[in-house]
């Protein structure tokens, strides 16, 4: 029971400063000066002032209940070349290819993932790995296929 006392006498001393001077270089709340705050009312929204600031009597004007919503950019202009054009009318895709940036035309093959054994079983190459036809060509990077004789190797295209 005492032990409570003299904790609630403590928090009681931190509550009033704890008998500490106090800070100099905190103002009092009474201590601050300065001109009157004007207080200046707002018109209601979407109502319309006048030009010389008093506010007016004016019947408020219909305001959506909807924001507005901001008008999108307006989309670039793609300008394809004549070679990008006569691949998609073919149903290739112009990619990039390699580090060089060039661009090529890459079509899907008719046979893409038909089992194969042989580069002659595929419109592409048959990969060695799945013994599948490439799903397009030309087929970038390195990979493992099967050359019509049917042996394994590295064909690397950049």
Aim: charged content about 15%.
């Amino acid at each position: 029971m005492w032990r409570a006392a003299v904790l609630m006498m403590g928090l009681a001393g931190c509550q009033f400063g704890g008998g500490g001077a106090a800070p100099t270089d905190v103002a009092a709340p009474s201590a601050i000066t300065g001109p009157a705050v004007e207080v200046t009312a707002l018109a209601p929204l979407g109502s319309v002032e006048p030009a010389s600031g008093a506010p007016s009597a004016a019947a408020p004007v219909d305001v959506p209940s909807e924001a507005p919503v901001a008008a999108a950019p307006p989309t670039p202009v793609i300008v394809k070349s004549p070679s990008q054009v006569a691949c998609e009318k073919t149903g290739g895709n112009f990619v990039v290819i390699g580090r060089s940036g060039a661009m090529t035309c890459q079509k899907p093959t008719r046979d893409g993932g038909k089992q194969c054994k042989r580069e002659s079983d595929c419109d592409g190459v048959c990969l060695a790995r799945s013994n599948t036809c490439a799903p397009v060509k030309p087929l970038f990077g390195c990979q493992s296929i099967l050359q019509d004789d049917g042996r394994r190797v590295e064909l690397c295209i950049d």
